[in-house]
Nanobody
Framework: QVQLVESGGGLVQAGGSLRLSCAASGRTFTSNFMGWFRQAPGKEREFVASISRFGATTYYADSVKGRFTISRDNAKNTMYLQMNRLKPEDTAVYYC???????????WGQGTQVTVSL
């Protein structure tokens, strides 16, 4: 498994930006497909974005496409989520996840809170 630590969450006004980071340790970072998920109060956790092991392929939920960008720096064992044009409905706890099979995650971070105010 991988140990994952998210950072970068906070309170931002609608229309603003935040960049989340996910630092990984343990398993070789390039062994991991990586993803971001989020969970809003009273809702199930949902997929936000994913990235392949060397960053060649990315996927996004329709709700964030064009506003969020997922990336990774394999030299720093870190994944990022650049979030622009934030909306109140983006408010959630954001989790990073890792796995050795695309679309299947066996390691999760503790989450970081993102709150978007009007």
């Amino acid at each position: 498994q991988v140990q994952l630590v998210e950072s970068g969450g906070g309170l931002v006004q609608a229309g603003g930006s935040l960049r989340l980071s996910c630092a990984a340790s343990g398993r070789t970072f390039t062994s991991n497909f990586m993803g971001w998920f989020r969970q809003a109060p009273g809702k199930e956790r949902e997929f936000v974005a994913s990235i392949s092991r060397f960053g060649a392929t990315t996927y996004y939920a329709d709700s964030v496409k064009g506003r969020f960008t997922i990336s990774r720096d394999n030299a720093k064992n870190t994944m990022y989520l650049q979030m622009n044009r934030l909306k109140p409905e983006d408010t959630a706890v954001y989790y990073c996840a890792a796995g050795t099979i695309s679309g299947s995650y066996d390691s999760w971070g503790q989450g970081t809170q993102v709150t978007v105010s009007l």
